[in-house]
């Protein structure tokens, strides 16, 4: 969907910058998805139109001396899932119990403090992972994936007899 977009050039990522989209481009997905061949936008109506790009990337280091990161300072992702202020919290919590806990010991405990960054690093390497596979999925355009995509839940909600079981099991 995006090659028409494309402009040749690429950003300071390295990932090809995309022309800015008219109405009309919008228009022209939106009426191939099928929201009607007649869909309309009041001329003057749209004052801003972009791209939107998923900037999913995770800083190298957590901590270093003094200085500590948390929340969006450390990781950058999807929406998807909306993982990210909760992301921010657990990283501000576990790093406040331990700061806390290195000024009532009059000073810092190397080892508490360093593992700041080995415990949220890697749960958060796994989120942002699965968070970048999923955002490919939903934004997939494989033709089978996009049929499967919601039937699923569709199917359960049939499936009256199984919510039981299914609520037994996730509580």
Known sequence: ???????GELDRNGLPVLRQPE????LKVARSRGLGSNLSVKPGSVRWL???R????QVECYGRGRVFLAGDACHCHSPLGGQGMNMGFQ???NLAWKLALAIQCGGPTSSLLTSYESE???METKLLTAIERAQEVVSSRNPVIFFMRGRGQRLANMLTFLQPAAVALLA
């Open 23 to 26: 109405v009309e481009d919008v």
């Open 91 to 93: 990283d501000a919590k």
């Open 120 to 122: 949220r690093k890697t």
């Open 50 to 52: 972009t791209h939107f």
């Open 1 to 7: 969907q995006q090659k028409e977009w494309v402009t």
């Open 54 to 57: 998923v900037n999913s990337r």
